[in-house]
């Protein structure tokens, strides 16, 4: 399980958002790298979804706010699908998205998922 030893959560902003998103289960992730190796984009994260669970329980707000991991997630959840706890890391990387813009932080890489740029929706996939 994730913690970090005499860690104030309750002054952890961004941790204490993403708990009101209904993601309250974050200390429970297992470390298991199921969300990270279901991830089609995550070759093009600087951090992996378990590393950025971790920061945000640190409370390294600047470090994952200024991430390409934030703007690059496709939010398909299948990093949901696999999790043994079900950490929702759609709703995660959707509440940071709005804190980085809260924030003013543009995303630092070129290869920002359209969906948050052009409110494009994701092409659906086709039922075998």
Same mark, same amino acid.
């Given at each position: 399980m @994730? ?6 959560q ?7 958002k993403?708990k009101?998103?209904?993601n309250?289960? @974050? ?33 390294l707000?600047?470090?994952? @706010? ?30 940071l998205r709005?804190i ?11 290869e ?17």
């Amino acid at each position: 399980m @994730l913690y970090k030893i005499g860690s104030d959560q309750k002054k952890n902003r961004i941790l204490q958002k993403i708990k009101s998103s209904g993601n309250d289960n @974050l200390n429970q992730c297992l470390q298991c790298y199921k969300c990270g190796g279901m991830c089609q984009k995550s070759d093009k994260f600087d951090y992996t979804p378990r590393q950025i669970l971790e920061q945000i329980i640190d409370g390294l707000e600047e470090s994952i @706010l200024n991430s390409r991991a934030i703007w690059i997630c496709e939010t398909c959840n299948e990093c949901k699908i696999d999790c043994p706890v079900a950490i929702n890391f759609k709703k995660i990387m959707a509440s940071l998205r709005e804190i980085a813009r809260e924030e003013g932080i543009e995303p630092n890489t070129e290869e920002v998922n359209r969906k948050f740029v052009k409110k494009a929706h994701c092409p659906k996939k086709e039922d075998d």
